[in-house]
């Protein structure tokens, strides 16, 4: 059975910084790409960027750029968002998504490119 898991989500203040976490089961880790998505209350869903599992590269957002740092723990089938700087307008629920598919800096942003989304978990950003 193919699971990811966030965890790591909760209330901080303006200014702080949040790691959340995603913990993969079920599919070849090493094969996929993971990207972090966000979705505040009445707005679309957000790609903030993916990593390549295989080689560790990444793609950000251009609107999230030098704040959002993604990483992963491959032993662990684990990929990591590090959040710095978080203001208000961060505040939503963030999902990590898998996708078997080779992802390129375009269709990242396109949910139907992947394959595997967790249930998200809840970040507010208090100020």
């Known amino acids: 059975e193919v699971q990811l898991v966030e965890s790591g989500g909760g209330l901080v203040q303006s200014g702080e910084s949040l790691r959340l976490s995603c913990a993969a089961s079920g599919f070849a880790f090493d094969e996929y790409s993971i990207a972090w998505f966000r979705q505040a209350p009445g707005k679309a869903r957000e790609a903030i960027g993916y990593?390549?599992?295989?080689?560790?590269?990444?793609v950000y957002a251009d609107s999230l750029k030098g704040r959002a740092t993604i990483s992963s723990d491959n032993d662990k089938n684990t990929v990591f968002l590090q959040m710095n700087s978080l203001k208000p307008e961060d505040t939503a629920v963030y999902y990590c998504?898998?996708?078997?598919?080779?992802?390129?800096?375009?269709?990242?942003?396109?949910?139907?490119?992947?394959?595997?989304w967790g249930q998200g978990t809840q970040v507010t950003v208090s100020s």
């Open positions: 998504a898998a996708a078997a598919d080779d992802l390129d800096s375009f269709d990242y942003v396109d949910a139907d490119e992947y394959d595997y």
């Open positions: 990593i390549s599992l295989g080689d560790g590269s990444t």
